[in-house]
């Protein structure tokens, strides 16, 4: 008995009649175009990394990014709006981590390396990406005032300038806390030292 070959062609026929398929110019059906069952399979299932969006790979993306973990993608080859979908998330991801680079670095070279000019930058942002980068700037330029004005005053006692005092207002806001007590406290002694020159 003859057994089939794996690779003989399957033929698939119509199942509407002659009628469903093309006919040659002499007027006789059209042979039905043959398919092998390998390529008949992978017709019906589409490519590898294109299924589309898979609930649990966004899941456990989210969930890293709840942890605080801005180094997780979503897979680049997702089409239409699963793709859409992907280039957006890590598009989040990505200035998440830049973000947090640079908080890193203006708390390194400000803090510690006492570069008080320093600022933040995360490039092009808008919305509240700017407003955030625009807080942590205004609250290093608010923190670097009271020492930059300390600094002036005691140059200038330094240097025998006893007329020098320290503000007690920042453009038109006065100070408060601790930038007003220690402001004052400087101005004491500066009053206190002129009183002994004179």
Do not use: C, Y
């Not at 709006?81 to 981590?97: C, P, R, S, Y």
């Not at 830049?98 to 490039?123: H, P, W, Y």
């Not at 503000?167 to 806390?177: I, Q, S, T």
């Amino acid at each position: 008995m003859k057994t089939k070959n794996r690779d003989q062609k399957a033929v698939i026929k119509p199942t509407n009649g002659t009628n469903s398929f093309d006919h040659n110019a002499n007027g006789s059906p059209a042979a039905a175009p043959a398919i092998t069952a390998v390529e008949a399979r992978a017709a019906a299932s589409p490519p590898k990394g294109l299924e589309g969006l898979d609930k649990g790979k966004l899941l456990e993306a989210l969930m890293a990014l709840e942890d605080g973990d801005f180094t997780v993608r979503l897979p680049r080859e997702w089409e239409g709006i699963d793709g859409k979908i992907a280039e957006t998330f890590n598009k989040v991801m990505k200035l998440n981590q830049r973000m947090a680079t640079e908080l890193e670095r203006i708390s390194k070279v400000v803090g510690k390396e006492g570069k008080i000019s320093q600022r933040a930058n995360v490039g092009e942002v808008s919305g509240s990406w700017a407003a955030s980068v625009n807080s942590v700037n205004a609250l290093v330029s608010d923190l670097v005032h009271p020492t930059s004005e300390t600094a002036r005053v005691i140059g200038a006692v330094a240097k025998g300038d006893l007329s020098q005092t320290m503000a007690l207002e920042v453009e038109g806001r006065p100070l408060k806390g601790e930038f007003l007590r220690t402001a004052k406290t400087v101005n004491t002694m500066v009053e206190q030292l002129g009183s002994f020159a004179s």
